[in-house]
């Protein structure tokens, strides 16, 4: 199984669960989130006046799959994320060991 933790432009968000959801992805996590990597932040003018937004706004949509499918997962993340501008994004792929549905006690691929 992996865990797979995307940070995407907010306004991809859409675009990246129905891609996910077309794969047949059963759940995730989304949150708001604040950060900035190569960009290094940016300006904005207001009121007149110019200030430096040093983190920028994004979401992070976090999931898990079976190993088999990690890899089409990714892909359609990158595909439905991409702008080609400075910013889309990362993702990042983690081996996970375990997982346990709480209500039921199903155990790893059963529980995703």
């Known amino acids: 199984m992996k865990f797979i933790q995307a940070i995407i432009r907010p306004q991809k968000l859409d ?16 949150s708001d989130v604040r950060g900035y990597g190569r960009q290094k932040g940016r300006s904005e003018i207001y009121r007149g006046s110019e200030y430096a937004v040093d983190f920028i706004p994004k979401v992070k949509i976090e999931i898990a799959v079976a190993e088999d499918v990690a890899e089409k997962a990714v892909e359609m993340i990158c595909q439905a994320a991409n ?6 994004g990362k993702v990042f792929v983690l081996d996970l060991a375990s997982v346990v549905r709480v209500r039921t ?8």
Not at 83 to 88: C, E, M, P, R, V
């Open 105 to 112: 006690g199903e155990l790893n691929g059963d529980a995703l």
């Open 83 to 88: 702008t080609g501008s400075i910013g889309d």
């Open 15 to 30: 675009d990246v669960r129905q891609a996910l959801g077309e794969l047949g992805v059963a759940g995730m996590t989304v």
